[in-house]
């Protein structure tokens, strides 16, 4: 069963860093634009960045120059590393692909 698979969330004060990493199949990796949304308490799921196979991506714009989505093809693996984060990138992330959806992973940012 194809699985996708987040890690890295965690708490970090404001202006701190935190990578999240999401693994799958390599039947996956290989086409797929891979995806991160999020989701905070009583708000609706949002779009944060997408990265196609070839390595193009997207970010929605709060989160422009201060997130980074990457892929290593060798480990089947998206990567999603934020910097400069602030109390209202608090949220579940979670990783898309292909219709499938990760299990998600915790990121809270508060002092």
């Known amino acids: 069963q194809v699985q996708l698979v987040e890690s890295g969330g965690g708490l970090v004060q404001p202006g701190g860093s935190l990578r999240l990493s999401c693994v799958t199949s390599?039947?996956?990796?290989?086409?797929?634009?891979m995806a991160w949304h999020r989701q905070a308490p009583g708000k609706q799921r949002e779009l944060v960045s997408t990265?196609?196979?070839?390595?193009?991506?997207t970010y929605r714009d709060s989160v422009k120059g201060r997130f980074t989505i990457s892929r290593d093809n060798a480990k089947n693996t998206v990567y999603l590393q934020m910097n400069s984060l602030k109390p209202e990138d608090t949220a579940v992330y979670s990783c898309?692909?292909?219709?499938?959806w990760g299990q998600g992973t915790q990121v809270t940012v508060s002092s």
């Open positions: 990265i196609t196979a070839r390595g193009t991506t």
């Open positions: 390599r039947s996956i990796f290989s086409i797929a634009t």
């Open positions: 898309y692909a292909n219709g499938l």
